[in-house]
Every structure is written in C-alpha cells, then in structure tokens.
C-alpha cells in the first residue's frame, strides 16, 4: 500500500475541531489506541518500525509516516506507545522536540518516568507519563471501564484531557511525573498477589473431585468481599493506629497459618506463594502488638 503523504497536520488544524495528533508504535496496544482516536475523528499521522502494520490504518485516513522524524515533525501533541523505555530512546534519539508535547504511555518505573521528563525538557518538550490499566480489546469500549493514569503538569494534562480521553478514561494522579507509573505498578503489583492467592486455591482442590468451575463463583464472590478491607487498611496507615477496627487480629492470624500450610501438605500443594507473606506476619508480631491487624507488614516492607 502506498503511504499516504504526511502534512503537518498543526497547520491545518483549524479545518478540524479535533485535536490533531501523532502515535508512535502500533503493537497490539498502539493499534487499538489508533483505531479509537480514528473512531473519534482525530486526524491521526503514525509510525512503526515495522511499516506494514499502519496499512490497515491508512484505510481509515490515518496518515502513515515513513521515519520517526516525519511523524514527530507532522504535529505538536506525540504520543509514545513503544515497547519499552529502551525503545523509546531508539526511537527519538537526535530528534528536535522543541514545542512538542510528548505524553509517553509506556511501562515503565517511577525513576525511568521521571528521568524521562527531565529528558524531554532537555530538548524543548513538555511531558506527561502514562500508565494505561486496560488490555487492548478494551481501548475504545468505555463500557469496559479503561483508563490510563496520567503525571506531569496539570496545565498540560487539561490542555489535552479531551483527546487522551477518546481511546479511555483519565485519570491524573498529580505533578510529579513518576506518579502515572507509581500508581500503575501498585495496581499491577497487587493484581499478580490475587493471581497468587487463586492459583493456589485451586491447586487444592485440583486432585480432587471438586470441579474448578464450581469453586470460581465462591473464590470469585470471596475475594471480592475481602476487597472491602482495603479502605480499612488505608485508613489505619494515615492514622497510624493498627488496632482500629479489627476483627481479625494479627496473633490470631499467625497462629492459623498452620492449618493452611498443613492443608497444602496433604493435597501435595507447594506452600511457596503463601510462606514469604506468613513470614512477614510473623515478623510483624515480633515487633508489633499482637492485637493489630496485617496493616503492619506494610511497614516491614518497607526497606
């Protein structure tokens, strides 16, 4: 297919109410982000290393750039959806950002986001970070409920809200550009903890005449119940007060441990994604009062 030729897109913004804009990358994530703001009406201008995956693009009335420094040039607002922090230097290595408002969407740490602002202002640009928590096929379906948290200059999160909007919610988590990712990875990071606790739970029941499909209502209804604690949680660490509210206190937690370590042992159920956290839980009744609640081991992980 032949490229269609890249304008600037900036200069003929006033022919479109909608904010013209450039991507970079178009893995599965990009693409979905691409076809989101096409759906929206955005003038979209695109790059990827690999051409071909812009020809499907191109048929919607994206403008498919042939270098990275073409499509970087075509508009003011740059959005990076690239494989990682690595590639992102790839990408843009040598390029003029001047004037550009860079709004970066890819995995990466806090440190990683924040050395990136402090990078794109070296050259001229502002910055946002992002960190989106959804999976592709929910881009664009707002019923899904996506949203990508963004960090950086509020002025310039505002200025663009509208069209990082299109594709999935917003939500800005404040100033500083490490924010986006904090958040991102604290989600994530709690996430695979879930995935842990599931994945054990059903390797004891595995052996035996239990189907998994009739325990995943119960562990799915269970799990979310025990979400309700997370309010509490918080409330205690802002108030420095463990002992407010608890129902079940950390002595009688510990002492329980063995029933479920035992349990494991029967069922021929390697203990090892439950151990490192009783650890932690012994730990914590070393050091703190046994009429608290887990909250403490928050502290103990800290280093």
Same mark, same amino acid.
């Given at each position: ?61 994206? +403008? ?6 073409? +499509? ?47 990078? +794109? ?5 502002? @910055? ?18 996506? @949203?990508?948290? @963004? ?44 995935? +842990? ?6 390797? !004891? ?36 007060? @463990? ?6 206190? /950390? ?8 029933? !479920? /370590? ?11 994604? !439950?151990?490192?956290?009783?650890? /932690? ?12 609640? /887990? ?5 103990? !992980?800290?280093?």
């Amino acid at each position: 297919m032949t490229n269609k030729p890249v304008e600037n897109a900036s200069e003929n913004a006033s022919e479109s109410p909608l904010t013209p804009l450039t991507l970079l990358g178009l893995g599965a994530m990009g693409t979905a982000l691409a076809e989101a703001w096409l759906t929206a009406g955005h003038p979209l201008t695109v790059w990827n290393r690999t051409a071909a995956r812009a020809d499907a693009l191109a048929v919607r009335g994206a +403008a498919v750039a042939p270098t990275v420094a073409e +499509a970087v040039a075509a508009n003011r607002l740059i959005v990076v959806c690239l494989l990682d922090d690595a590639s992102v230097d790839d990408a843009l290595a040598g390029l003029d950002l001047t004037g550009k408002d860079l709004v970066n969407v890819v995995t990466s740490t806090p440190g990683q986001a924040r050395a990136r602002a402090a990078w +794109a202002a070296r050259r001229g640009a502002r @910055y946002l970070d992002g960190g989106i928590m959804a999976v592709p096929p929910m881009i664009g379906v707002p019923a899904a409920g996506p @949203y990508v948290f @963004y960090s950086g200059p509020s002025e310039l999160f505002e200025e663009h809200r509208a069209v990082l909007a299109a594709p999935a919610g917003t939500r800005y988590v404040g100033e500083d550009a490490g924010y986006a990712a904090l958040h991102d990875v604290a989600l994530l990071s709690a996430m695979y903890g879930m995935f +842990a606790g599931v994945a054990h739970a059903f390797a !004891l029941v595995r052996g035996e005449a239990v189907a998994p499909g009739d325990l995943a209502p119960m562990l799915s209804d269970y799990v979310t119940a025990m979400t309700r604690s997370i309010a509490g949680t918080a409330e205690q660490l802002e108030s420095g007060d @463990y002992t407010k509210g608890v129902v079940s206190n /950390l002595a009688m937690q510990v002492a329980g441990k063995g029933t !479920l /370590l035992r349990t494991a042992e029967e069922q021929g159920v390697s203990a090892e994604l !439950l151990e490192p956290y009783f650890r /932690l839980m012994e730990r914590r009744l070393e050091v703190g009062s046994g009429e608290e609640d /887990l909250t403490g081991v928050v502290d103990l !992980l800290r280093r």
